[in-house]
């Protein structure tokens, strides 16, 4: 492709200066092939300068067969920069964990290359290899290359969203289950709900490996998977001498913030008292070697994190306790459970109403009587405060 | 050739490094080696070294190509990215790490963001590519990184984790609603009603589509469009991504505000939310001055003040609100009391006070 136009862009050229790695120079660098990536340039000063971006909502842009995984971006000042007036983003499924091999990642940037702005996002934020930019003539171009590679399109629109995780086992020694496989699986069982939108509005699924949570999976996933454990944490007393000796004041650092109040230090050894532990992580987090999730691991399952937008932001609540997800029946009780709650959110949900605003909408109690889970105490911080009961018995008669 | 659809992602076992195959679900530990790498060491006794480097996010193919050249010559052909968009170089050799953090560092990514530290800002799209923003994403993280950089790269010391994070509207894609510092753009004035609108949009979505009833229909010219009760409008947008015809942007209103205390990890204390801190910083691109120099003063205090391994809003907690507002020398205004459906769950309903 030929160099594009050369914009004057001194407001963004002061973002070249400065020890973090400059956007701008990664823009600048594409310019240098790219027409588009060079009227970016362009729209983009125009932005810092009127202190207003310039870009419109899409109308449907994708590939065949798809109703996801491309959004389709243009710009209101197609006039002046032509070669952004159209300006698609492609969303590819990022391999699970984000690992990759060189091989991998030069066929996707010469794919990109040809046949967009050269420009990309790693990553985007629920996960996607991001293409930022090009136009619909090229769209199947890529897909086609895209597959060849054996790299497929991402979620969009009111869908599943592309699955992510944390690196769980493949480099985490406190992974209480396999995050990728989980990940990996999911994703595989649910293509046709990633590429064809057809529910209420977009549905996440993120999986942690321990409570520590990496991927932010209670606070952006309507269903969070999140590590943990049954029985008691492991301790080796000699490594926690070697901590005290060393200079951490295990009292004072440690035992007098737990959560629970669950340890005890007379000073050469540590007991903690796990039948109140909450498997918080922070004990773990904080005598690395020393001490370390049980043996009896797995994870929880929690639903309804969502942002702002429309009702308020929400963190998930627990939907099941504990699941082994290492069986075949805990795998099959898992996507038996997706299946039911989507269902039910398709049936009665609004639009644009996420899972967690509407299983509160309806009430929690009748949700899960619903996707037919039992009421279990550890699914609320508390039992209700407020005597508006609606009992069942007196409905019915 | 036949068109395949529906295969998903390339299978991840695919590209994991051998000693990662090998020692799968096998770690027994880790630890900083020097800032920004660490080494795992699994139960066979194989180390994975991990050179943790500084990314802008937005990348482009040369970048990436540059990436694979480093990985090719110190890593066998592997790397990875985090879930906060840094980029990871795993190798098994030791006298690898050296040499490749030289070469991160004259190619511009200068290394760190592991363990106690302040790492790379999860952050969106902004005007480089969404209709949707009230102010740009990677110029401001680009600033506030300029200025925290020591804090990155281990030159100085903090005393925990702090997650900075930032989205450029409501619509927040990345968890900025539960971070240490969330830097979020908002917009201050109720949507304009285009003269259009009932050509390109369902007049009754639009009326749904408000969380507090501020739309409803309206006949103008005989026309059916809507109108907006402006008192009732908190700028959310939401009608905006369903309706086009109701833009939001507004060149002088928009901004920033900045909320803190936020967490998502489980470790000591529950997850929480962030909190108002500051209602609004104006946009005032290309650096952001009074955006970099707030949140500098917020992680000062932090550094100041918080407890080993004590996360920003643990902190505010035990030091309380009051203080953490004179010493930030934040004036606290109406717009921090909450007025919408939880709001008397914050306000403080009991006689322990921190006084002063
Ligand atoms: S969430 Fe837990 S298991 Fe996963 S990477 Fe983080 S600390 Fe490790
Ligand atoms: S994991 Fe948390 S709750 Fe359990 S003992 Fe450790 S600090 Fe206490
Ligand atoms: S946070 Fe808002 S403006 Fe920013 S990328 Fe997401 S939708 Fe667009
Ligand atoms: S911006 Fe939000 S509050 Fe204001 S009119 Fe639109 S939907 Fe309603």
Redo the contacts between chains.
Sequence with gaps: MAEGKKYETP??D??E???????????K??A?KSPM?AA?LGQ?EQ??N????????GGIVGV???GGGVIG?YSDLGDKYPEVAH?H?IRI??????????????G???I??EHGS??????????DIIF??TTTDQLEKVF?KL??L???LGGSGSDVRTP?C??G?????W?CY?T?KVC?NL??AF??EI?RPAFPYKFKMKMAGC??????????ADLSI?GTWKDEIQQDDELIKKFADEGLDIQR?IVS???TRCMDWDGKKLTINNENC?????CI??M??ALAPGKERGAMVLLGAK???????Q?SSVLIPFIDLEDEESWNDLKQLLENIWEVWCEEG???ERVGEFALRVGFGNFLEAIGLEPTPEMVAYPRDNPYVFYQTAKKE | MERRTDIGPPHYTKFLPPVIQKNYGKWKYHEGVRPGVMVHVAESGDKLYTIRAASPRLLSVQKIRQYCDLADKYCDGYLRFTSRNNVEFLTTKEENIEPLIAELEALGHPVGGVGRSISNIVHTQGWVHCHSAATDASGIVKSVMDDLIDYFTGKKEVPGKLRIALACCLNMCGAVHCSDIAILGIHRRPPKVMANLSQMCEIPNVVAACPTAAIRPAKVDGKDTVEIIEEQCMYCANCFSVCPALPMADAELDGVSIWVGGKVSNARSQPMFSKLAVPYLPNNPPRWPEVVQTVRKIVEIWVEHAEPDERMGEMIQRIGWPRFFRLAGIQFSKEHIDDYRYAALSLKRTAQLHQS
Excluded at chain 1, 169 to 173: G, I, K, L, P
Excluded at chain 1, 278 to 282: A, G, L, N, R, T
Aim: charged share 20%; net charge positive; aromatic share 10%.
């Design positions: 407001k963004l002061e973002l200066k400065g020890a973090w790695p400059s956007f701008v120079k990664e823009i660098a594409a240098q990536a970016l983009l932005s810092y009127e202190k207003i971006g310039h870009w419109k909502h065949v067969g798809y971006r300006f983003t499924n990022h391999p699970a964990g984000w690992f990759y091999t060189t091989e991998a990642l030069r996707l940037c010469d990109w290359e050269g420009l990309t996002n790693m990553h985007g934020s629920t996960g930022l930019g086609s597959t060849a054996g790299f497929d992510s944390c690196n086992m493949a480099r985490c020694e992974a396999d990728m990996y994703t595989m293509q046709d590429h409570p520590n949570d990496c991927v932010a999976a209670i606070a952006r999140i650092q913030r737990c959560p909450v498997k918080c992580m922070f987090n904080s690395p070697r942002a702002p937008i429309v009702q308020g932001a963190l609004k639009n644009r």
